[in-house]
Each structure stands twice: as structure tokens, then as C-alpha cells.
């Protein structure tokens, strides 16, 4: 934005003032919080002042940023600069599944959680290259909006509806499993009951202001959760090494993992169902040995984050709200700088607490483990503790095997577990409930605005005044949360599994049609709806059945004859000489045949996200298929694309008209298409 236009805009021009004191009125916070700690104040009571004071003051924000203008409402009044549209979309997207799930992935699968990291840093390279400069100059509210103008009557859009829809939906109910964990933890209150008191954060964030109160609102939940992120992992990497710069310096936390690992394996200790026993070993299976399927399935997945990064409805329109294309293609470079600043530090944390955990439970007795362990061997949506401790040995010595935490509460609890102050505990929560309601507001408003503006306005009635449009967003906003809610208080799910889910969908149903839109101008109408439907119609079929209908390991070889069998005949297929080699020794060697042979093809069919059982998540479609369920877009992706660029071939190119305006869209710059007139008006 200009000098000119901040010194006619007086909010925009204080908004270096007005965050910097709402940072340093945040640090006293803490500081207070910490004496009263020191005081004797009872950790339950500083829990509840991090939950309540912070979720208030952004119930604040909201509140005063209320408005009853539709351009205010939908695009902030695109008026946001992009240093702080930056870090409203660093906000926006580093959701619970970056700050709850990453680093606990990062836990369970060591070097294949990187994957995670690479393919959403990866994704916006995709996004300033291909779609949000061009975005932001057509100049609409929505991405169905652009799919409805570029590709001509309410087909696209309709499918973009759908698209936006389920992958909205399935993400939203990630990030209400993450505020319901953490509510339930520093409330002590039962799950159920802690995702609806979450929502009463949610709502009010954006129920009123819409993008403009998100926006301001996300700007404030950023500044608390990276610090709330930083200060753990600086403080533990001082405890373990003396340098107070866990980015460089965990290296040091990874050798000594390494040592552990080997010590355990020596002395014939497996690690518990679902997490390596190889932490940084590049594409190993379960006996550490290289795995064809995990590199394959590790590069896939880095694949679908990427494109999905770039498809997710709620992330592009964030740069809607710029004042200029420009400050679009800035604001991408300062989102990817703030998101480096967690993605970067994501494999120290992860790291220093497995170092902890190693040092200080395995092969401690039983009945002398810490007070944090009771702390959160609470029970989850899955019916199981979050943290479990099983004494197989019977002999009171917990092994390596014996201790299960899943990944969602792994940065929740390290505070506790590297023995900090609980206040550190509180800040963690406070930054974890901050990085799942910002997301969750963005994705409601993205679900309400879509059935709001794109359904209810331009498909049922194009002259609804105003006020009704927005009552009606509202209304939806209510109704969608809801129905989340509802979903995560009774069904669950691992938060990363969920998000990638939503990656996969919103990359196979939006991302071709949203390229080609920009960068091939002969697409047609016709192709681009089919292209969406063959893509999201491919890969949600495959997640569903994979997930649902599938068959798991045991269903589909069922017992020893039938596992023996299954592997004579994979010995016999043009495979790998190594995979041949295994399937050979096992069809020789049956002793254990039911466990030998079921780890054997969770390791060469892949296995999705950590759970309690091995078989659970490897769902087999074919016996030569690879993919793992939560890198389904692998499939719709491609299919979506050709399906698009054949049928462009012979079906009639788009107007003169509508190539000639593509091709103006194109160019860096001048003015703002089509909304940004139509935004004067109304």
C-alpha cells in the first residue's frame, strides 16, 4: 500500500502500533502468569487464564471489526498490506495440523515426516507462480466466483461448490479436534463438551466481521502462537545443548536418538505400533531396510500437499484482500517467510522431545513415572488415552515398546515432559488453540461465503439486498460450525490424516481448472467441468474406499494359507529384485508367518498415518498399488489435467473475448477486473 493510501486510511497507517503493543501486552501476560506460578497459584488456574483471556481478546477484535458492507465482509475491503495479509495467511494456514500434528508426525515417522513440511513449503512456490497475482486481478470474492466467470454459467461454479465444500469440511473438522483437545486438557471437561465450548471461540471471531474480522483477528493469533512455538524449543535446546537456537543445534538431540534406537534394537525392543525404530533413515520399512513403497508414497504425498497448498479455497482468497496485485505477489513472500519460521523450527521440537522421552521414561520403573503421564492419560475420541502405557513384560520396567502417545498431543505435552514451567505448558495451548481457531475461522468463512454468495446470490437470487446476504452467511456460518462440531465431538480423527485428506481433494478438483483457467487460454467450459468432476470424482472415491471399504491386511489375505499364498504369487510379479527376495524368504521361512508377512506388505503397500494397529490404515485396492490413502490426489491430479487438455481439443475454444481477457490478466500490470467496479457499486 502507498504512503498516500495509508495517510488516508488512518486504521492501516496505526497498525504498526496497535500489534506492537498487543505484543508487548502479551509478553507481561506471561510474565505475570509466571510469577503467579512461582506464587503457588494452582496450574489449573493459569490454564484457564491463557484459554480464556486470549480466545477473549480475539473475541474482541472480532466485535469491533463488525461490518454490514459486503466488500468488508468478503475481502477485508481489499485494503490489507501485504506484510500483515502475510501473516493472517501464516495464521491462516498453519492450522492445528502444523502446530499439533507436524511435529508429532515428525515423532512417529522421523525422516518420513518431512514430507509434510516440504510439500506445504513447496505449495507456495506454486501459489505466487501460478494463481494469486492472477486471482487477485480478476478480482472476485471467491474461487467459485472465478470458475463461474472464466468458465462461463453456473456448472464450474456449482462443482467448484462441491469441491470447496468437502475439502473445507473435512479440514474444519481437523481443527475442532484440535481446540477440543486442548479444551479438554486445560479444562478438564470431557471431549464432546470441549469442541462446543471451542466453537463459542470460533464463532464470534468471525460471525460478525467476516474477512474483515478474520483478517485482524489471524494477525493477533499469529503474533501468540510463534511465540508460543519459538520459546519451548529455544528453551529446550538450552537444556540439552547451551545454545539457545534449536534450528541448528538439534542435530546434537538427533545423534543421541540414533544411540538410543540402536541400544534398544540390541536388546531386542521393537517400537511401539506405528512409530519408526530407524528416527532418521530416509524411506526404510519396518525392518529399517530401503523400502521401494516409502519413497514412492513419500514423494507422493509431497506432491498432493503442494498442489493442494495451491488449491485450498480459503488460502487463495486471502489474496483477494490486497489493495493491489502487487502486494498479492508480496504478500505470498511474507506468508512463506512467517510459515518457515514453525516449519523450520517443527524438527527440533519434535527431536527434543523424543530425546526427552527416551531419557527420562524408557526403562524407568512403572510406578515412578512422572506426573505429566497421569496428566494426559486422558481419554480421546478414539476411546483410547492419549498417552498408554501397556506392561507387556509384566515386570514393572517400561520398554520401548510400552509407551504409545499419539501425535497430536506431542507438542501439547513436551512443556511438561522436558519438565518446564507450566506456564510454558499454558503459552504451548494458547498457541495451539490460536493456530486451530484461525484456521477454523477461515475455512467457516470460506464454507459460509461459498453457499452464501456463490449459491444463494448468483445461482438463486442475484438481487438479494445486502443485509440478506449477510444474515444469510451468518446463519450458514452457525449451521456448518455445528454440523463440525458435532463431527469431531463424535467421530475424530488424527488431525494430519484429516488435513491431508483436504489436500488431496481440493488438489484434484481444483487445481487443474484453476491453472489452466490462467495459463491456457483455449480452455473450454466443458472440459474444465469434466476435468473437476474426473479429479475429485477419482480421488474421493479412492479415500472413501481405501478408508471405508477397503480391505485391511487381515481381511484380505484372512490366515496363514492365505498370506503364504498371497506371497508366492507377489514373488512371482515383475517387481523389485529385493521385494522378490523378501516374498521368496517368507514363502521359505513360514515360523511367523501371520505377523511376518502382514508387517512384510504394510512395508511394501505402504501404511497411512500412524494409529494403534498396523493394518488399520493400509488399505489395498490392488496388490500392485502403493498409494497410500492419504495420497489419493496422486490420482485425480493428472487424470484432471489430461481429461481438461483433451477435451479443450475438440471441443469449441472460449470468445475471443474471454481469451483477450485471460491474456490481460496475465500481465503484472494495471488495474483490478471486473469485481473491483462491481464492488463500487454495491
Not at 522421523?110 to 480478476?138: D, E, H, N, Q, S
Not at 509384566?394 to 505435552?413: C, S, Y
Not at 488399505?619 to 493428472?638: D, E, F, H, K, Q
Request: proline content about 5%; glycine content about 10%; charged content about 10%.
Amino acid at each position: 500500500m502507498s504512503a498516500s493510501a495509508k495517510e488516508k486510511d488512518p486504521f492501516i497507517a496505526q497498525l504498526g502500533k496497535i500489534y506492537a503493543g498487543y505484543t508487548g501486552g502479551f509478553a507481561v501476560f506471561v510474565v505475570l502468569l509466571a510469577i503467579l506460578e512461582q506464587m503457588g497459584v494452582p496450574d489449573r488456574i493459569i490454564g484457564y487464564l491463557f484459554v480464556f483471556l486470549t480466545i477473549g481478546v480475539y473475541a474482541y477484535i472480532g466485535i469491533i471489526s463488525r461490518t454490514a458492507v459486503v466488500a468488508e465482509y468478503y475481502v477485508a475491503g481489499r485494503r490489507v498490506p501485504a506484510l500483515y495479509n502475510g501473516m493472517a495467511t501464516g495464521s491462516d494456514w498453519m492450522s492445528a495440523a502444523s502446530f499439533i500434528g507436524m511435529a508429532g508426525s515428525l515423532y512417529a515417522l522421523g525422516y518420513g515426516g518431512l514430507a509434510f513440511i516440504l510439500g506445504w513449503t513447496g505449495g507456495y512456490m506454486l501459489v505466487a507462480i501460478l494463481l494469486a497475482p492472477y486471482l487477485r486481478k480478476f478480482g472476485q470474492y471467491t474461487v467459485p466466483d472465478f470458475l463461474g466467470a472464466r468458465y462461463g454459467g453456473n456448472l464450474a461454479r456449482s462443482l467448484g461448490v462441491v469441491v470447496l465444500i468437502t475439502a473445507s469440511f473435512v479440514y474444519v473438522v481437523a481443527q475442532i479436534v484440535g481446540v477440543g483437545i486442548i479444551t479438554q486438557r486445560f479444562l478438564d471437561v470431557s471431549f464432546a463438551m470441549a469442541v462446543f465450548l471451542g466453537l463459542a471461540g470460533i464463532l464470534v471471531c468471525s460471525m460478525l466481521g467476516g474477512m474483515r474480522a478474520v483478517t485482524w483477528t489471524q494477525v493477533a493469533q499469529y503474533i501468540i502462537l510463534i511465540i508460543a512455538y519459538l520459546l519451548p524449543a529455544i528453551l529446550m535446546s538450552v537444556k540439552v545443548t547451551g545454545v539457545p537456537v534449536p534450528q541448528l543445534m538439534y542435530g546434537i538431540a538427533l545423534e543421541r536418538i540414533e544411540g538410543f534406537e540402536a541400544a534398544f534394537r540390541a536388546a531386542g525392543q521393537t517400537p511401539p505400533p506405528g512409530v519408526t525404530g530407524f528416527y532418521t533413515a530416509p524411506f526404510v520399512g519396518a525392518n529399517g531396510q530401503f523400502s521401494m513403497a516409502a519413497m514412492v508414497n513419500f514423494f507422493a504425498l509431497v506432491f498432493c500437499l503442494m498442489v493442494g497448498t495451491a488449491a485450498l479455497p480459503h488460502i487463495l482468497m486471502r489474496y483477494f484482500t490486497t489493495p493491489s496485485v502487487r502486494e498479492a505477489r508480496q504478500s505470498v513472500a511474507w506468508s512463506l517467510f512467517f510459515i518457515f519460521l514453525l516449519y523450520f523450527t517443527a524438527p527440533a521440537y519434535a527431536a527434543f522431545g523424543k530425546l526427552e522421552i527416551y531419557q527420562t521414561l524408557i526403562g524407568q520403573p512403572i510406578a515412578a513415572l512422572p506426573d505429566w503421564v497421569k496428566n494426559w492419560q486422558i481419554i480421546s475420541p478414539y476411546g483410547t488415552p492419549w498417552v498408554n502405557i501397556v506392561d507387556v513384560n509384566r515386570d514393572g520396567i517400561l520398554q520401548w515398546g510400552e509407551f504409545r502417545i499419539h501425535p497430536d498431543v506431542v507438542v501439547l505435552a513436551t512443556p511438561e515432559i522436558a519438565g518446564l514451567p507450566y506456564v510454558i505448558a499454558g503459552l504451548v495451548a494458547a498457541g495451539g488453540l490460536a493456530a486451530a481457531l484461525s484456521t477454523a475461522d477461515g475455512l467457516l468463512l470460506a464454507l459460509a461465503n461459498a453457499l452464501s454468495h456463490d449459491v444463494y446470490y448468483k445461482m438463486i437470487d442475484p438481487k438479494a439486498p445486502t443485509a440478506r446476504r449477510l444474515v444469510i452467511s451468518r446463519v450458514l456460518l452457525i449451521f456448518v460450525a455445528l454440523i463440525a462440531a458435532w463431527t469431531a465431538g463424535n467421530m475424530g480423527a488424527d488431525i494430519l490424516f484429516l488435513v491431508a485428506w483436504a489436500f488431496s481433494i481440493a488438489a484434484a478438483g481444483l487445481f487443474a481448472a484453476l491453472v489452466m483457467g490462467v495459463w491456457y487460454k483455449r480452455t473450454t467450459n466443458i472440459a474444465a467441468c469434466a476435468g473437476m468432476a474426473v479429479g475429485y470424482a477419482a480421488t474421493f472415491g479412492y479415500l472413501i474406499h481405501t478408508e471405508f471399504y477397503g480391505w485391511d491386511f487381515v481381511q484380505l489375505f484372512g490366515n496363514k494359507d492365505a498370506i503364504l499364498a498371497a506371497a508366492r504369487q507377489v514373488a512371482n510379479l515383475p517387481m523389485s529384485p529385493e521385494i522378490k527376495a523378501q516374498a521368496a524368504a517368507m514363502v521359505a521361512n513360514a515360523a511367523s508367518v501371520q505377523d511376518g508377512a502382514l508387517a512384510w506388505f504394510g512395508n511394501i503397500f505402504g501404511t497411512g498415518l500412524p494409529t494403534d494397529t498396523v493394518a488399520l490404515r493400509g488399505r489395498l485396492v490392488g496388490r500392485l498399488w502403493a498409494i497410500n490413502n492419504i495420497s489419493g490426489g496422486i490420482i485425480g491430479v493428472p487424470l484432471s489435467f489430461i481429461t481438461i487438455w483433451v477435451l479443450s481439443m475438440v471441443t469449441p475454444a472460449p470468445s475471443k473475448a474471454m481469451q483477450d481477457f485471460i491474456e490481460d490478466i496475465r500481465v503484472p500490470r494495471g488495474g483490478v477486473r471486473l469485481a473491483d467496479q462491481k464492488a463500487a457499486v454495491e
